[in-house]
Every structure is written in structure tokens, then in C-alpha cells.
């Protein structure tokens, strides 16, 4: 029998990209170190993993550092190809692409904009989330940050009112191309589940924070997170949302 590879994956906890991978990985049953590090300081240890990576997921695969969730899952579906995330036939692997591409690129950046707009409003609540999985005094340190982080980010990703809108009308429209997209089998490509559905599911995760996601999110009360949950319950597109994360997670 070969041996296991050495992974380590260097994630943020709460990221929807970095979901892609630990959901990748169970899925093919790979055991791996998972390193949480903090946004806005994580670049040092991605950067020594994989040269120049400066992105949350970077994963270490036997000392080779590969970066991006798209990227790293590809790795992983080549190197242990059961079971499988992609289609063998070419037709179907490229619609499998398509959907990856549109989602990686349009999808997840609006969830994300519309999400940390909204989160930004409670900075106690925002740093909590920031810091799942971490303890001790760094962690405790970056929430007193907040206040100075938060309008460095809003900055960085063009937060506003406008843009948040702008997000929340593509993540709507999102919602309802998946919706229409998995009447006929369930999934987005055939029959079966692939890598376009566990992306979806990813990427859409902060919608709903279904009861299968395995990190846990702060317990305290929060008005703000109360009312994103609300805005999209009920929204076409959550039962197959909620049906992947059931069925396959």
C-alpha cells in the first residue's frame, strides 16, 4: 500500500474558496493538517508554501505548494481519481468547466462582497467570524484591530452601498440559473454529483450556513447575521443548495 500523502492546507476557517478544498479532500478521503491563519496577515506562510502565493486556500501536497481552489482540487482529482469530481467525457468535463469558471469568477466574489458588507456592521461579531479557529493572544489582538482593519478592507474590495447591491442582484440572479439549471436531475452537469456542484455549494454557503458545515460559527447573537440569513430564505436555489450539502458533505 503507498503511503498517505503529507498535506497541509493553509486556509481562512470561514472562506467559501477554502470550503472547495477541505470538502475536496474528504470527499476523497485524504487526511490533512489544517492551518488557519488570519486575513490581511496570512501572505508569509502562503507565500513560502507556494512562491508568490498570496491567497487563502494554499495547500502543501508532499512539500509542493499548489494555490487557488480551482487549481488545488484539478491537483487532487488527478492524483487520486476515485472518487471521481470530474466527468470523462469531454463534452460534459467542459461544461463542468464552464460552471467552475462563471462560479470562481463571478459567483463567489458577490457572496462574498455582499456578505462582509452586511458583517462589517457588527466589527465585534465581524472579528469573531475572522478568527474561527484561532485562540490566544494574536487572535484576541486582531479583534481589537477591527475597527482599523475593517476600513482597509472596505477599501481594498470596493465595499459600499452601491456595490453591495450591485452583489446581492448577482447573487439573486445566481440563485435562479442554478435553481433552473438542476430541475431535471438534481445536479448541475448529468446525473451525478461533480466538481460544478460542490463548487456551487461552496460558493454559496454563506448564504444558509447549512447544518453539515463543519467549522463552527461564534455563538453569540448577531442582528446582522440574523437578517443575511433571512434575506435568502425562501430564495430559488436553496433546496439544491441545501440538498448538496445534505447528500454529499
Not at 499548489?66 to 482540487?73: M, Q
Not at 477599501?155 to 439573486?172: F, K, L, P
Amino acid at each position: 500500500m503507498p503511503e498517505s500523502p503529507d498535506i497541509v492546507l493553509h486556509q481562512f476557517a470561514f472562506s467559501h474558496y477554502n470550503e472547495k478544498v477541505r470538502w475536496a479532500l474528504d470527499w476523497k478521503g485524504l487526511a490533512s493538517t489544517r492551518n488557519s491563519l488570519l486575513p490581511g496577515f496570512h501572505s508569509r506562510t502562503t507565500g513560502r508554501v507556494a512562491q508568490g502565493a498570496t491567497q487563502t486556500p494554499t495547500l502543501s501536497y508532499d512539500g509542493e505548494g499548489i494555490t487557488g481552489s480551482s487549481d488545488i482540487v484539478r491537483f487532487l482529482d488527478e492524483r487520486h481519481p476515485e472518487p471521481p469530481l470530474y466527468p470523462t467525457a469531454p463534452e460534459q468535463r467542459a461544461e463542468v468547466e464552464q460552471w467552475v469558471t462563471w462560479l470562481d469568477d463571478e459567483v463567489g466574489p458577490a457572496v462574498r462582497l455582499a456578505l462582509f458588507h452586511e458583517l462589517f456592521e457588527d466589527l465585534d461579531y465581524a472579528g469573531k467570524v475572522f478568527t474561527t479557529d484561532r485562540s490566544g493572544w494574536k487572535a484576541g489582538v486582531y479583534r481589537k484591530m477591527m475597527p482599523r482593519l475593517v476600513p482597509m478592507l472596505r477599501q481594498r474590495m470596493s465595499i459600499d452601498d452601491a456595490t453591495a447591491a450591485d452583489a446581492r442582484e448577482t447573487v439573486g440572479h445566481a440563485l435562479e440559473r442554478l435553481d433552473k439549471a438542476s430541475q431535471a436531475t438534481g445536479y448541475l452537469v448529468g446525473d451525478t454529483f461533480t466538481v460544478a456542484d460542490l463548487t456551487a455549494a461552496c460558493l454559496c454557503m454563506p448564504l444558509y450556513f447549512p447544518d453539515e458545515v463543519k467549522f463552527e460559527m461564534p455563538k453569540q447573537p448577531s442582528a446582522v447575521l440574523d437578517g443575511w440569513l433571512a434575506r435568502w430564505r425562501g430564495a430559488p436555489g436553496e433546496p439544491y443548495v441545501r440538498s448538496m450539502w445534505a447528500r454529499h458533505r
